[in-house]
């Protein structure tokens, strides 16, 4: 999904151009697990229409996405789009998903970021334009998105037709009739099971207090070596390093206790950690400067170092939820 700068023809014509461009990647890449690289996909679309959006000074903001069923993890890149929606049908709770990427035609041979969101069956999922939630009411206020958060949550069980035409009614009533700009959205609803038992552990980690951090790296790591045996000893130690590192960070940064689950299976491993607090760059990955390392640590190096993805949720209350996933070959 995604949205193309400017209205009209020209604008429409851009998007037909990068819509062509996505085919043309897509034959070339060819078929089998290859084809899976959303990454390679998306630069070599770069590659071919980025160095004339930068001419014409025009850009594009987009998603692009695939669902992988047999690991049940949602791939994507978030090129300067929106935010998503996440509804997590377990507790009914929604979040916002946002990427680390700047819109394609912003600068020369972007290094495109790819991310990981764990579903289940039963989620549900919520793409659209800013046409949604830049919708003004009569007195000019924008709809904005947490209150289309809040409307997700609230309705997250209906199917995903009828929560299209939910929120499109209340955003016409909100706007009394009037739209400035393109409204599109699409909503996905997971139905596939999940086809590998997982092994789950949770905890409540107390504000200011590590003194439980040893029993959960020996209770992680004895589970690791349950599903995983022991011929992956060095992904599993990266990995739980990185739990560590993300557990401690919480505890310093956050003004209330830590909600901490994972969940491990045989070609995943996911860790979530809930919790209120400032926001954080968890994606950072370069390396370390030592000469810094007082000041800003090996905390981000050592997390990127151990999983492939680490991606911040955010709730309308204020919540947060740090979602660490390792793809296990």
């Not at 209205?7 to 290859?34: C, D, F, H, N």
Request: charged share 30%; glycine share 8%; with cysteine.
């Amino acid at each position: 999904i995604g949205d193309v700068m400017g209205k009209g023809v020209p604008a429409a014509l851009m998007a037909a151009a990068v819509k062509a461009s996505y085919y043309k990647s897509l034959i070339r890449r060819g078929v089998g697990e290859e084809r899976r690289d959303i990454k390679t996909v998306l630069e070599m679309v770069d590659d071919l229409v980025g160095t004339n959006l930068m001419d014409l000074g025009k850009f594009l903001t987009l998603y692009y996405c695939r669902l992988d069923t047999e690991k049940s993890l949602l791939h994507f890149i978030d090129a300067g789009h929106t935010p998503f929606l996440y509804y997590d049908k377990t507790d009914g709770s929604c979040w916002s998903v946002k990427g680390a990427n700047m819109p394609m035609g912003f600068v020369d041979g972007q290094d495109y970021r790819p991310f990981l969101l764990p579903f289940a069956r039963g989620d549900l999922l919520l793409f659209y334009s800013d046409g949604i939630t830049e919708v003004k009411n009569s007195e000019g206020d924008m709809f904005g998105t947490e209150r289309l958060q809040m409307l997700v949550k609230a309705h997250g069980y209906l199917s995903p037709e009828d929560l299209l035409k939910k929120v499109i009614n209340v955003i016409f009533f909100y706007s009394e009739g009037s739209f400035d700009d393109d409204v599109t959205a699409v909503a996905l609803r997971i139905t596939a099971e999940e086809p590998h038992p997982e092994k789950e552990k949770f905890f409540s980690l107390e504000r200011g207090n590590s003194s439980s951090l040893e029993m959960i790296r020996e209770t992680f790591l004895r589970d690791l070596e349950e599903v995983l045996g022991t011929e992956r000893e060095e992904i599993s130690l990266k990995l739980t390093i990185a739990l560590m590192e993300a557990c401690s960070n919480s505890i310093s940064y956050t003004r209330e206790n830590i909600l901490l689950s994972w969940k491990i299976s045989t070609v995943r491993a996911v860790i979530y950690l809930e919790f209120f607090g400032p926001d954080f760059d968890w994606s950072r990955r370069e390396d370390p400067r030592m000469e810094d390392y007082r000041e800003n640590g090996y905390g981000s190096f050592l997390i990127g170092g151990g999983t492939d993805s680490s991606l911040l949720l955010q709730s309308g209350e204020k919540r947060k939820k740090l979602v660490l996933v390792k793809e296990f070959p």
